[in-house]
């Protein structure tokens, strides 16, 4: 394997179809598939993320979450109590997904039943933190090359931007990754690698990490910050601009969601951001233009200041930004 600094830069903005790879030699998850979330109104959770941009069919369990193709679905909401981030399911090839139910066994980590409705034949367990993740055998729906991105440029002489009356609703391409809340950092690393087979991209100290897959995946499928308690912190999804980073951010004020923070940019995956408060405290980001980790490279991981764990540039941090509202 070659350090990705020897790679040669690729144009994507024209990518057609491209097969998914593995990296030969080695085993873990290739995708995180979906997550599960439960919340104590679905009718409130349908109008946040609808205006998000995601489709959001009611479903045997509550209701799907699903973005431009309609063709998979990357979350699941359920109704409870109170906001309570409930499991994630990661897919794996068959080769990979032994080896890993061999690894489980191994370490003494016991499986758990299946959920009511779960559909898949999958592993099920708990994590470090006592949250439940499953693992089974599917297709690889976490992006096989970097992403397209566009920032069109007009030419002189003609109007760059077009009135407000004509933009057009962002919707989402895919769910990009997830931050949860983790009591211990390291652990959360130890974990997710030794079991999962994901590997560190970045962290700074022992707040903040960020895992990416393989077999090829973005610079974090995954990403884990210290708190009292397990929680989640936000979802991640994909779009193809800048431009829709910041029309996403204006859609969801015009439908009454305008806490949140950006426009900025991360170092620690270089994408652009802008994040949006949901009714329960965490949050859902657009994001456009982030590293990509191909199978057949050796990503430089490195421990990183804090000055660099959250932004290079942008506005203010609110204040309340990294609460755990699940605590």
Known sequence: MRPCSDRIPVMTANLGFVHASR???EFGVHSLDHFTLAVPDLAIARHFYSAFGLHTPEEPTGLGLYATDHSHRWGILTEGSRKRFSHKSFAAWEEDFLAIRDRLQILHIPLLDPPKHATAEGLWFRDHDDQIVEI???EKTSPAAKSPFSHPVAPAGVRGAEGRAAAALVRPRRL???????????????FYTQILGLRLSD????????????????????????????????????VGSLGEVGLGAMQMADKGYSKGWGLGRHVLGSNYFHYVRDPW??????????????????????????????????PQIPPDFIANHEV
């Open 23 to 25: 990296r030969a030699g």
């Open 136 to 138: 089974f055998i599917g």
């Open 176 to 190: 990009a990754h997830i931050l949860q809340f983790t009591r211990d950092v390291p652990r959360a690393i130890a």
């Open 203 to 238: 962290r700074s100290g022992d707040g903040i990490a960020f895992l990416h897959g393989i077999h090829g995946s973005d610079h974090h499928m995954l990403a884990f910050a210290k708190s009292a308690a397990p929680g989640l912190h936000h979802c991640s999804w994909d």
């Open 281 to 314: 405290g965490s949050y859902s980001e657009y994001s456009s233009d982030i590293d990509y980790i191909p199978a057949d490279c050796d990503w430089p991981a490195a421990d990183h200041p804090p000055a660099d764990s959250i932004y290079l540039w942008g």
